[in-house]
C-alpha cells in the first residue's frame, strides 16, 4: 500500500510511521515541518518510507504536497498532523487565536484530503484515517477550547467524508487515542495535566 501520515516524524505520528514502514511491501510517505532529525533517522532505518518537508501555513508547501498525493497512486491517506495552540482559559482567547487556528489546522486537512479523495475515487478505493481525541470532546479540560473546536469541526467531517464517497468504496474512520505526553504537549501547564489525568479512566496520560 501506499501511505501518507502527515506529522510523521514525530510523537504518535512517528509511531504510526514506524508501525506501517515495518511492512515492507508498504511505500510509507510521510509529512514534517520541524523534526528533520527524525524524518532523516527513520528514512535512514526504513528504507520503504520518505519524508515530505511541508509547512502547512506555507501555500506553496501545500499546493506541492496536494500535487505529490495525485502522483504516488496514494491508498491511505492518515490526517494526523496537529499545529497545537497553548491552552487557555477561553475568556483569555481573543477571536482571532480561534482562525488562525482553524487557518493553520483545519483548511489544510481539508485541502489534503480533497487532493486523496480525487485518486481514490479515481481508483475507486481508499481508506481516510483521522486522528481525533473524543474523549477531550467529551470531557474537554480547561483551556482548551480552541483545540476541542477544531477536533470537533474535524470529527464532523470525517462522517461526512464517509457518507459522501462510500458509493466510491472509500472509508473515512476516525482514531481517538485521547490526549497524549508528545512533545507536542510538553509545554502544557502542569495543572491542566493533573485535571486531564485525574479525569482520564486510566489516571494516567499515555504515550504513543
Known sequence: MNILITGGASGLG???????AQEQTNKVYFTFK????????ITKNFSNSEGIKCDFTNASDL???CKKISEIDLDVLINNAYNLTPFANFQKNQSDTFLQSFKKNILPVIDITQAAINVFRA?????IITILTSYLLNVPPSGSAVY???KAY???LTKVWASENIRYNIRSNSVSPSFMQTPMTADTDERIIEQMQNEHPLKRLLNP
Open 63 to 65: 499546493a506541492a504536497l
Open 34 to 41: 520541524n523534526s528533520l532529525t527524525n524524518a532523516i533517522e
Open 14 to 20: 512517528r509511531s504510526i510511521t514506524e508501525r506501517f
Open 123 to 127: 481508483k475507486k478505493s481508499g481508506s
Open 154 to 156: 474535524i470529527e464532523q
Open 148 to 150: 476541542v473546536a477544531d
